[in-house]
T-cell receptor, first 113, second 111 residues
Framework: KAGVTQTPRYLIKTRGQQVTLSCSPI?????VSWYQQTPGQGLQFLFE???????NKGNFPGRFSGRQFSNSRSEMNVSTLELGDSALYLC????????????FGNGTRLTVT | TQLLEQSPQFLSIQEGENLTVYCNSS?????LQWYRQEPGEGPVLLVT?????EVKKLKRLTFQFGDARKDSSLHITAAQPGDTGLYLC???????????FGSGTQLTVLP
């Protein structure tokens, strides 16, 4: 069974630009969650999508947005990039029920210069 | 905002030693998970604990959930170099499907 796939693995962007990250969940998983990981703040929850609807949202500014498609694939978009957005962005898929285990991808490493 | 404290932040030990990592919160968890992350990879789930007082064992790893469901510990017996990695606890509060992660414990086991 294929795992969670995130593309691209690495990205370098300039301040003020926007970026789109992609996540393909495990087949049959309908929930996709996004997390930001930085050395200073650790892993922080961004949002969760289930059946194309945002079901939970963390405390990030509106520059961070996402969507989910009918095949459960998800994209995350960050607009007007800031230096502080440099991080590892992790996507995790699950069946979507309470306590369903999360299966993480290997992340997209975003560097903003 | 719930806060989840994990300690120690760094741990360097010799092969064969035992160690314990702690995870504490001022709020009650509905469940708690432990993950291990290696460089360049995403976290991998080790265990989920749900019931207060629950103890789960995974080979040389023992996970305990506090009776009040506000704390948890991970104990590794006879650590091996292959145990090296970042250990993360993550708690769910209420029925939320979003996890609050601890800051992690970077474990290095020296041969």
């Amino acid at each position: 069974k294929a795992g969670v796939t995130q593309t691209p693995r690495y990205l370098i962007k300039t301040r003020g630009q926007q970026v789109t990250l992609s996540c393909s969940p495990i087949s049959g998983h309908r929930s996709v969650s996004w997390y930001q990981q930085t050395p200073g703040q650790g892993l922080q929850f961004l949002f969760e999508y289930f059946s194309e609807t945002q079901r939970n949202k963390g405390n990030f500014p509106g520059r961070f947005s996402g969507r989910q498609f009918s095949n459960s694939r998800s994209e995350m978009n960050v607009s007007t990039l800031e230096l502080g957005d440099s991080a590892l962005y992790l996507c995790a898929s699950s069946l979507g029920q309470d306590n369903s285990p999360l299966h993480f991808g290997n992340g997209t490493r975003l560097t903003v210069t | 905002t719930q806060l989840l404290e994990q300690s120690p932040q760094f741990l360097s030990i010799q092969e064969g030693e035992n160690l314990t990592v702690y995870c504490n919160s001022s709020s009650v968890f509905s469940s708690l998970q432990w993950y291990r992350q290696e460089p360049g990879e995403g976290p991998v789930l080790l265990v989920t604990v749900v019931t207060g007082g629950e103890v789960k064992k995974l080979k040389r790893l023992t996970f305990q959930f506090g009776d009040a469901r506000k704390d948890s510990s991970l104990h590794i017996t006879a650590a091996q170099p292959g145990d090296t990695g970042l250990y993360l606890c993550a708690g769910a509060y209420g029925s939320a499907r979003q996890l609050t992660f601890g800051s992690g414990t970077q474990l290095t086991v020296l041969p």
